[in-house]
Nanobody
Framework: QVQLVESGGGLVESGGSLRLSCAGSGRTFSSDAMGWFRQAPGKEREFVAAISWYGGATYYANSVKGRFTISRDNAKNTVYLQMNSLKPEDTAVYYC????????????????WGQGTQVTVSS
């Protein structure tokens, strides 16, 4: 059974940092681009960041560029999202995704999703 499991979410003050992890199991994701998305209450799921299979190319939403960093460790089948200078508007459930075909920013292009981890940023 293919699974993606996120961890590292929590409550943090504005300006703080968190590091999210997403561990894959059931198959190797080393040949897949992987992404992070988020969904705030009452809003659609939105693209946050993505990374190529070899880690050499990264992509970010404008809202997080310069504050968030995506990385991966293929030996551990894991992708990370380092989030710095967090703002209250970053509050959301964060999801990792894999198995993308086509546009890396499109939710519907990913085959595999984790269950999500809550990130709450207090003002």
């Amino acid at each position: 059974q293919v699974q993606l499991v996120e961890s590292g979410g929590g409550l943090v003050e504005s300006g703080g940092s968190l590091r999210l992890s997403c561990a894959g199991s059931g198959r190797t994701f080393s040949s897949d681009a992987m992404g992070w998305f988020r969904q705030a209450p009452g809003k659609e799921r939105e693209f946050v960041a993505a990374i190529s299979w070899y880690g050499g190319a990264t992509y970010y939403a404008n809202s997080v560029k310069g504050r968030f960093t995506i990385s991966r460790d293929n030996a551990k089948n894991t992708v990370y999202l380092q989030m710095n200078s967090l703002k209250p508007e970053d509050t959301a459930v964060y999801y990792c995704a894999a198995g993308v075909q086509g546009s890396i920013t499109r939710v519907e292009r990913y085959d595999y999703w984790g269950q999500g981890t809550q990130v709450t940023v207090s003002s």
